[in-house]
């Protein structure tokens, strides 16, 4: 057997996918497609006009030195939901760290929905994440990133690693929401502590930008009385945040909540496969 040669780095994903939408006769359909590398989105079938977009990466997970972009852009007068074919892993690193990019826009009159399904953080790995959106004044926007830190039902516990997240939305050019978490190090400590995560092992965050936001709140507070969840109001956008012992209580938050913002519109349906 022929001993692995150092100079030869491990193969890595650079991949990038691209969506755009447009308003042809009250539907939603393909205005830009494209997809490069790793990065795949499929459209299923839709009958109400609304468009819904599944992405996919194909290399099966994320390690240090993988690059995914994602940029989706929902053109005026369209609805557009994006989510994923499965959870999203981050794998023990043997260098540096995984980075996802993603930009979001939304023209007049636009509802864009993004809705992944969680991000799972393994032990050691590493993973910087950002998130740039751009709203037009008359936009929809609900936003969600949720985090799983190993699967409690599989008995894995993540003891080192770094998790970077950035989120930048603007509104008709203005800054309406800005945030930056980054949990690194010892992370098997760091969730432990009350002010963190408090022993739990996965999060969520949750945002709704558009003109319910004033009427959502009062049901989503009585929704979320007795969970570890917390929701804020101001100047027409809602901030939901969410902790839970482990995925399946977080999903079991986060499914109605997502119905809730979406006027009794369902999770999307890639969430019960």
Request: glycine letters at 8%; a positive charge; hydrophobic letters at 40%.
């Amino acid at each position: 057997m022929l001993a692995p040669n150092p100079d030869i780095l491990p193969q890595r994903t650079k991949a990038a996918a691209r969506l755009v939408t447009k308003s042809v006769a009250g539907k939603t359909r393909l205005d830009v497609f494209y997809q490069e590398s790793a990065a795949k989105i499929r459209i299923p079938e839709s009958y109400d006009g609304r468009m819904e977009a599944v992405l996919i990466n194909t290399s099966g997970g994320l390690t240090g030195g993988d690059r995914i972009a994602w940029q989706i852009e929902a053109g005026e007068n369209t609805n557009v939901t994006v989510t994923t074919q499965a959870c999203e892993r981050v794998y023990k690193s043997s260098g540096g760290h995984a980075e996802v990019n993603t930009v979001l826009k939304a023209a007049a009159h636009s509802t864009l929905h993004w809705l992944p399904q969680e991000t799972i953080l393994f032990d050691q790995g590493a993973l910087r994440r950002t998130l740039d959106v751009e709203l037009d004044a008359s936009a929809e926007f609900i936003g969600l990133e949720a985090v799983l830190m190993g699967r409690k039902a599989m008995g894995e516990i993540v003891e080192t690693g770094l998790f970077r997240d950035r989120w930048r939305i603007r509104k008709d050019g203005r800054l309406i929401h800005a945030e930056d978490v980054c949990l690194s190090g010892d992370l098997k400590a760091l969730v432990a502590k009350s002010p963190v995560l408090g022993g739990n092992q996965a999060f969520a965050t949750l945002v709704y930008c558009g003109p319910r936001a004033e009427a959502l709140l009062p049901k989503l507070r009585a929704f979320l009385d007795g969970h570890s969840a917390g929701v804020s109001h101001w100047n027409g956008k809602l901030v939901i945040r969410l902790v839970a012992p482990e995925g399946y209580d977080l999903r079991k938050i986060l499914m109605p909540a997502i119905s809730l913002l979406r006027n009794g519109q369902p999770a999307p349906k890639v969430w019960n496969l």
